[in-house]
């Protein structure tokens, strides 16, 4: 059983558990009824429609005070509310294959309620962010607990369309990705790392695989022979726009977008590991022979403003380096030659990346330079030593 206090991500675990301890911050509940139906009428006028009410976790106490103010202020609406489940059990069954869904219970993130306005109370944080890209084709209306004002923030959600189009338009140029594990326990993990190897490896990419704890650029900087990660981590932190870090980093869903194993981006933003596996494209060989494009041709750029052709690693199919670690054990990922020196490793880009550096670390050259002559070093102590005077 683990326990989760204060702010938390509400998405089904893995393996254990969950129950959920939230905080209870002071809220005004009458101005905040008032003002959210002020908008809502604003808007709507006299006609019937349905408003959906969300809000952060810390004020779940007072959400039904909140939810009967409302159908009082707005009698010709309908006003959906769940409230968010105090307790979380993983799914019996061991694993889900692509293509399935599990049906536990996540009302609570659903995104049936695309179309109609949404009602949010809290202030800015991760989880306004991720309703606003979830839910692009609603109104989200906010009221800030702290400031009591309500504003409209489906305002914000092309500029953060814009930005994400931006980083699936750098990752449709890299060839070489690495997949980030950012979370050992949220249900589906696995086999969305297993689909997204096999969606790499359809398109002749070259992945690494990279368990990660809290992201920062000076981890990920050690991999600079990789292009473009992808995050697999819990919704409220799949968006990661810091540009601090060297490399772009993409959710599931943007990559699928880049890779045009969807269709053109219509808007919907979906973080939802269960979702994207229940509407994960065909990856196999008949999806690529329908496809109908030739993985040599060179695709025009929209970051560079030029051609390019992709490198292609390995084949179509699953991932030929993964095949030959599990075939001859972990011997088989270094290779050394008769003069116990690192050898190419074939279809790698971490030795093509090191092979184009200018600094390859020390080698030894046994036999090729003479020995240097011995020296009397320096004696005495760091604020004067003794030949000082003479020189």
Known sequence: MVVHYGHACMSKTYRMPVLYV???????????????????NSQSGEERETVVLRHDVAYAHVADLVLARLRDYLPNSIIQYTKPPLRLDPDPSPSQPVGQASSGN????????????????GSESLALTNLVMTHSSSQVYSYDPQTRTTRLESSRTNKLLMRRYATVQRARDSDVFGILIGTLGIASYLPLISHLRTLLSKHRKKTYTISVGKLNPAKL????????????ACPENSLVESKEFHKPIVTPFELE?????????????????????????ETGADAEASSGEDPD????SLITGKYRTARSFGGAGPDPSAQSIEADGPSAVILRNQDNTVATLADSAAAEFLQSRAFRGLETRLGEDAPSVLEQG???????YKNDSAE
């Open 257 to 281: 977008i880049a890779l045009r194993a969807r269709e053109s981006w219509t808007g919907r933003y979906v973080l939802d590991f269960e979702k994207l596996l229940a509407e994960a494209p």
């Open 378 to 384: 320096r004696s005495g102590i760091a604020r004067g």
């Open 221 to 232: 900087a050690n991999f600079m022979e990789i292009e473009c990660f992808v995050l697999v």
């Open 22 to 40: 939230f905080g209870k911050n002071p809220l005004d509940v009458e101005d905040c009824a008032s003002k959210l139906a002020d908008v809502v």
């Open 106 to 121: 996540d009302d609570h993130n659903s995104n049936d309620t695309d179309g109609h306005p949404i009602l949010y109370i």
């Open 297 to 300: 041709q060179p695709h025009f």
